[in-house]
């Protein structure tokens, strides 16, 4: 009997979700709205924390809990105003990582609707 491969596995693993955070991270560095909301000068602590969360939550590694306990989201993200124009920046630039991945359909699908649904649950602030 063979073992059923993780998400994470199925996709290549930590290179393709260091590939994407990095992608998507390229966008943020230079966006108007999403910038402002990572105070750090150097925005590789926010990448490096977003990678190893996709990792294991996708099936990877526990790094990130080991290392920051419970992911928290909602809280982590509370003290930023997060609305529609940051969701909508978030998911443009998400596109564009998604789509360099070059996944098969199914996986792109899988990981897309879960980014969609992420963008939404972080929105705090009308407008």
Request: net charge negative; charged share 30%.
């Given at each position: 009997m063979t073992e059923q491969q993780s998400f994470y596995e199925q996709?290549?693993?930590?290179?393709?979700?260091?590939?994407?955070?990095h992608r998507f991270y390229e966008g943020v560095a230079a966006d108007p709205v999403l910038r402002p909301m990572y105070p750090e000068e150097d925005l590789g602590p926010a990448?490096?924390?977003?990678?190893?969360?996709?990792?294991q939550y996708w099936g990877g590694p526990r790094t990130y809990s080991d290392n920051r306990g419970h992911p928290r989201l909602r809280?982590?993200?509370?003290?930023?105003?997060?609305?529609?124009a940051a969701h909508d920046a978030?998911?443009?630039h998400m596109r564009d990582a998604?789509?360099?991945?070059?996944?098969?359909?199914?996986?792109?699908?899988?990981?897309w609707n879960y980014l969609v649904y992420a963008a939404a649950s972080m929105v705090n602030t009308p407008g």
């Open positions: 996709v290549g693993g930590e290179p393709t979700f260091r590939r994407l955070v990448e490096e924390r977003f990678t190893l969360f996709l990792m809280m982590r993200h509370a003290p930023f105003a997060v609305d529609r978030w998911l443009r998604v789509d360099e991945l070059g996944l098969p359909p199914e996986q792109e699908t899988q990981l």
